[in-house]
């Protein structure tokens, strides 16, 4: 088989997780803080570089659990995007595909690998940029709550963050976390009984 090659700048490719739990009523994300250069000390979402003849998703399942000790199910990943501005890196052009993990409650990590330590943070507080962040894994977050925004209003993956049963205030609580004060409490109520994402299994109770 004759191989073909091309004359074209070739980035190097890499894969982040955006890896989410929800604990004590309040949505929360899993960082490292890095153990290497670039952005030693930094915190920044577990990833990194994909191997040879492996796809991102791999990538990203391996390095998840390489860095936090986390398992990640690669089936229930869900793709955030691309994101490839060619200074994103100092060490040259890498493009990342970030991807969303959804987590039980009871979900621990541990720091292993390029991580010095693992911390689970405030949703809010990292997307409302209280946190500083490496590379451009601030601009990762924001479209990762673009994103968990459509999700919310077409998909039950979110609402499996909260266990089963769950109560319409927790739920409630979940969506104030991507919508803000918007969600009243009989409004939402009222939607979560119409639509077809959740299954009534007892007084306020439901599963996703």
């Known amino acids: 088989m ?4 091309y004359e074209y700048p070739r980035p190097a490719l890499t ?9 004590h009523q309040r949505l929360e994300v899993l960082l490292i803080k890095r153990a290497t250069e670039p952005f030693m000390g930094a915190l920044a979402l577990p990833g990194g570089f994909v191997d040879q003849r492996e796809s991102p998703r791999g990538a990203a399942v391996r390095e998840c ?3 936090t000790q986390v398992t990640v199910d690669a089936e229930r990943l869900i793709e955030v995007g691309t994101f490839g501005d060619p200074d994103r890196d100092p060490r040259g052009w890498t493009v990342s595909v970030a991807f969303i993990a959804f987590l ?5 990590a541990s720091a292993q ?5 693992v911390l689970w943070l405030s949703w809010s507080e990292v997307l409302g940029g209280e946190h500083a962040l490496a590379f451009d894994h601030h ?12 999700e919310s209003l077409t998909s039950s993956e979110l609402l499996k963050l909260l266990g089963e049963p769950f109560r319409t205030r927790h739920a409630r609580f979940l969506y104030r976390q991507l919508w803000g ?7 939402f109520k009222a939607w979560l009984r119409k639509v077809d994402l959740v299954e009534r ?3 306020a109770l439901f599963r996703a």
């Open 65 to 67: 659990l390489e860095e």
């Open 201 to 203: 299994t007892g007084r």
């Open 139 to 150: 601009h990762i977050i924001m479209a990762t709550h673009e994103r968990l925004q459509r």
């Open 15 to 23: 894969a982040d997780v955006i890896a989410l739990r929800w604990r």
């Open 181 to 187: 004060d918007r969600v009243s409490p009989r409004a």
């Open 113 to 117: 690998d390029d991580a010095q330590e």
């Open 104 to 108: 039980p409650s009871e979900t621990e």
């Open 2 to 5: 004759t191989a073909h090659t």
